[in-house]
């Protein structure tokens, strides 16, 4: 039989009623002759609950007790969703992530998957079971300790179980119905796209499209797993939804596929810094030190041996960032006259395969900034996608004029 | 180090305050030089809320996912109470059952255990953690499933621990400050007792008094664990609570230790059973293949081939123990006129090793209620018990006269 993976995130499972429905989906799977492997998200507002507890019970607490106790909602989940799925006379059973064993590696809160043996639910595939609903979310260390893989790790978690069965599809049912050339909140022309690459979901999970947890992305373009983000609130037909595949597997291509955005910038500038040789080793070490995710990075034309260096980090690390700098400077390690920053910013980026092939996609993009009258404070781009940093609010104006001058409400 | 097993129930881990109460508990008890295994229940509400899940999602549920489902509540107090114990410098650290591991056999949702490895967690204290806190009430099944042992399954887990480790004595801390010669809420001149003989505690158990699960109880008959019930609530000195322990350790015995009392009875009566070799054998098969607990039996004299038969069984159990009568009759297997149902009945018992050197107990409790005008419909006696079924309007009165003539308010 075909395998196919199903995810349902919390809010597809935060009511018994809703945990019914999804199994119906599930049923309606089977029926058309799959064996299937469900992965479920804690019911919606659980595992908060949860972190609430231990955050409450101790500031700095112990990632192996944290897992613990945090991993525990999906496994209410998983045998919900196995005895609805018997009531409907569809032979199921439930897997926590240490019977499996889903083997992760001992980095408590953050874990990544080592290894998935296939066997003991291929065994029951083999004995008639024609669903194993899985808790996701969770693993077991080499110490036989429990481990989560992260919030949102049960996407994760669905992708690396359709690797490792060699599954037809992973489809993710979510409460929204697909990928969307950009945020429909914001841009009423945003329009759904039937496909998109793996490599342009992959920059647009991380530029902030909560759709997808990027982990899962990334394994699943490195495993060539069929990724489908759905709606488990609407009737799907076979158009429903968002196909997240390879690049070859989409024949039309506009030059951008979607427009995303992210408030969640801060801009950092060093004044006057001395500029000689391995400054930026200076800065950057200690920062990457300090655990600040530097993203975007500019710096000015060097005059009478003095520059400015100008990065951005998320907002909330914007402290830890200036703290890092001043141990710099009190170190003796680099010199500047001020350190200025700006949270009053946004980051908003194109993102398309099709950018390798089409030139001036970028010249573009500033035009339509400019015309508009919108600053670019820094900008960075990569093979298939240009950011740039622009005053906050500046940011659906931004965004609604880049969906218009790429013609993204047409398809290809 | 001496071990030491502390048992917490749901309410006296309702609330993170009261978890933090408990671990203050826990922390005096490593300062006074032990080793400790703490056993801990679900947070009080959250079994009932899970099993009212699975209640509404599947009527004739699969135990194995039900297992699945209810164990979960109790991993969240035993992380949460390691992260308490950590944050007050107490080193510690949570199992769940399957780490343990603690094996049990596959009587899903009633499950028995086997075996537990003392190994794993010996070597964590040798490595200097202080305090083990175990999930209660779960195991694991040879199949490698999640197991539980029932309701009050954590009573079980704690004396089981405690046979297993060689514990000094197992404190199960409750809402109660111990076990009473009755229940204060009917007799106000009831008693705590400072001790008590298994023999006795298993009696009263088994007769409703809810302090303690009865299986529980039995193991610490079984392996000498003594047992000490007192409350989470009251600051505990040396004479707190109750000890449950080898009759040995009793120097003066009253002749009854306490009064119980069930109001969970049903006296059945099938009247006119045509008499003849086997009968009882034909009645009492059919009711215990139903699954009925027949607790008292009388049978009244022959006369003319036919006989009455009365039995007693718990209140919910009539209609199946009807059902199982009415099919032995169909099937030929049995004769009788009527069977007369009467839930308006009551168990009133008297316990204590003294019953065996103090002749004529049996004898002054029937006068008692026979002076107060109480008929007694039933009559069953063991070693250390004598039992009656009263009409349940006399309940409170049976008991408070017999509390009064055995003198219970004073200590021997």
């Known amino acids: 039989m075909p395998i196919l993976v199903m995810k349902f995130g919390g809010t597809s499972v935060a009511t018994l009623d809703r945990i019914r429905r999804a199994a119906k989906r599930v049923g309606r799977e089977v029926a058309n002759g799959y064996d299937v492997i469900v992965i479920v998200s804690a019911m919606a507002g659980e595992t908060n609950k949860l972190v609430g507890y231990v955050d409450e019970t101790s500031p700095l607490y112990d990632a192996r007790e944290y897992d613990a106790v945090v991993s525990s909602g999906e496994n209410v989940t998983a045998g919900l969703m196995a005895l609805t799925l018997q009531e409907m006379d569809v032979p199921a059973r439930s897997w926590q992530g240490w019977q499996v064993p889903l083997k992760t590696n001992a980095a408590h809160a953050a874990a990544r998957i080592m290894e998935i043996p296939t066997d003991n639910i291929m065994a029951k595939f083999g ?111 076979e158009h429903a939804g968002t196909l997240v595949c390879d690049e070859e597997d989409i024949v039309e291509q506009n030059a951008v596929a979607g427009v995303a955005y992210s ?31 530097v993203d975007m990075i500019v710096q000015n034309i060097s005059e009478e041996g003095r520059t400015d260096m100008t990065f951005s980090c ?68 990569s093979e298939i996608k240009v950011s740039v940093l622009i005053d906050r609010k500046y940011m659906e104006l931004a965004v609604q004029a880049l969906h218009d001058t790429f013609e993204l409400e047409k398809t290809a």
């Open 314 to 381: 998320p907002t909330n690390q914007v402290a830890r960032a200036r703290q890092a700098m001043e141990g710099a400077k009190d170190r003796g390690e680099i010199e500047y006259n001020d350190l200025i920053a700006d949270t009053d910013v946004c980051k908003v980026s194109i993102v398309g395969i099709g950018m390798r092939s089409h030139a001036g996609v970028a010249a573009k993009m500033f035009a339509a900034l400019r015309d508009e009258g919108i600053n670019i404070r820094v900008i960075t781009t």
């Open 127 to 237: 004995e008639g079971m024609k669903v194993a609903v899985v808790a996701g979310f969770q693993g077991v260390s080499p110490e036989g300790r429990i481990t989560t893989l992260g919030r949102g790790g049960s996407d994760t978690t669905a992708v690396a179980f359709a690797a490792a069965f060699g599954a037809e599809r992973c489809d993710i049912y979510t409460d929204v119905d697909g990928v969307y050339t950009t945020d429909p909140r914001i841009c009423e022309k945003a329009r759904k796209l039937e496909k998109i690459a793996f490599e342009e979901m992959l920059e647009l999970a991380s530029l902030g499209a909560k759709v997808l947890q990027t982990r899962s992305v990334e394994l699943a373009m490195r495993f060539k797993v069929r990724l489908r983000v759905l709606s488990s609130f609407e009737d799907n037909d």
């Open 263 to 293: 408030r969640d910038e801060a801009k950092m500038t060093l004044v006057s810094v001395a500029d000689k040789p391995g400054i930026a080793a200076a800065i950057f070490g200690p920062l990457a030190d300090a655990g600040v995710n």
